[in-house]
Structures are given as structure tokens and as C-alpha cells.
């Protein structure tokens, strides 16, 4: 965990490579809550396939109909979050100048809102831990710790796992390079 806090709300979590198998392997998560009551992210890098504007009956402006959706994580995949960063957010509940929404009605104010800097990324269920799960997981060195950005949160998902792990130095080379599938070396 970073040293500066218990907390991990800001920070983002890579899977060390020992998550093989599981829904969060090769993950890059955005910790957007956590606390004494637990922590709540979103999977940044796994994309569902479709736009939002298919898989959601509202009424939405067409910007937000467009939207890529990204799978947040295993748990409520019916549960719609919304991350959205401006220049100047004053009010943002996750870093500065990024916040997290759940509602219908706020994305579609936000939709119709006129900003040219204004970005939106929306998912479709969410990473969850108990109080304490994280921590515990975190003791097993099963997550990676890497300062968010928004320019993470919002570029190119592709390869975002890979990339975070170059950054992080030589000796995470090599888990940036294995393939997803070991037995294929």
C-alpha cells in the first residue's frame, strides 16, 4: 500500500500475476472508495463489446448513447457507474477533478451539458471488497499499487495493463511480457 496512506481511494490496482483464471487477471482497477466499510473500483482496461446507448433502455443524449461500455467488475453487472473528469471539478469524490456517478439522471445532465473538455467513461458493474479483504489481499501481494492519472483513467485501454507495468521498471518487464497463456512459451 502506499505509505502515505492505509487508504488506497486514487490509487490504481494491477494484477501481480497472480490472478490467472479469475475475472481479474491482467486487470487494471481504479480504486474509486475505500475505507474502514471497504472498497469499491472499477476495471479500467476490459471493454464489454458494446455501447452504452445498446445496452441501456433510457432516453440519453447521443454522446452518451456512444460511449464505450467497460465491465467494472464481477459484482452487480446490472449496477451502471459513471467516472467523468472536467478541468475543474470542485466537488470530485474520487481525485481531484474526477468524480464517480451512479445516476441515470445526473449522466443525462451531464450528456446535455456543454463542455469541450469535459470526459466520461461508463461501466457496467464493480469491483467490491468486505472490510479488510483488500488489505488481506494486498498482504499477499496479489495487487500492484500505481498512482491514477487521468490521463490512465481515460486513454486507450488497450494494453494499459502492459503499460502501467513498463513504467514501473525492469523488473516488471518481464510480467508485462509473459503471454496471457504461459503454456503457449
Known amino acids: 500500500m502506499p505509505e502515505d496512506s492505509k487508504y488506497l481511494q486514487g490509487h490504481l490496482l494491477l494484477d501481480s500475476g497472480q490472478l490467472n483464471g479469475s475475472f481479474f487477471q491482467r486487470t487494471v482497477v481504479l480504486v474509486c472508495q475505500h475505507n474502514e466499510e471497504g472498497a469499491f473500483g472499477l476495471v479500467l482496461n476490459r471493454s464489454?463489446?458494446?455501447?452504452?446507448?445498446?445496452?441501456?433502455?433510457?432516453?440519453?443524449?447521443?454522446?452518451?448513447?456512444?460511449?464505450?461500455?467497460?465491465?467494472?467488475?464481477?459484482?452487480?453487472?446490472?449496477?451502471l457507474s459513471f467516472l467523468h473528469s472536467d478541468d475543474f471539478l470542485p466537488a470530485a469524490s474520487?481525485?481531484?477533478?474526477?468524480?464517480?456517478?451512479?445516476?441515470?439522471?445526473?449522466?443525462?445532465?451531464?450528456?446535455?451539458?456543454?463542455?469541450?473538455?469535459?470526459?466520461?467513461?461508463?461501466?457496467?458493474?464493480?469491483?467490491?471488497?468486505?472490510?479488510?479483504?483488500?488489505?488481506?489481499?494486498m498482504k499477499r501481494e496479489a495487487w500492484l499499487t500505481h498512482p491514477a492519472s487521468l490521463e490512465l483513467i481515460f486513454g486507450t485501454p488497450d494494453k494499459l495493463w502492459q503499460s502501467i507495468l513498463r513504467q514501473k521498471g525492469p523488473k516488471y518487464r518481464l510480467l508485462a511480457d509473459m503471454p496471457e497463456d504461459v503454456s503457449l512459451n
Do not use: C
Open 94 to 137: 474520487v481525485m481531484p477533478n474526477l468524480d464517480l456517478g451512479h445516476s441515470l439522471e445526473d449522466l443525462v445532465d451531464l450528456g446535455e451539458s456543454f463542455s469541450t473538455t469535459k470526459k466520461i467513461r461508463m461501466f457496467a458493474g464493480y469491483a467490491g471488497w468486505s472490510p479488510g479483504q483488500l488489505e488481506d489481499e
Open 48 to 79: 464489454s463489446g458494446n455501447k452504452l446507448g445498446e445496452m441501456v433502455v433510457a432516453e440519453l443524449p447521443e454522446p452518451i448513447k456512444d460511449q464505450t461500455l467497460y465491465l467494472g467488475g464481477p459484482v452487480q453487472l446490472s449496477a
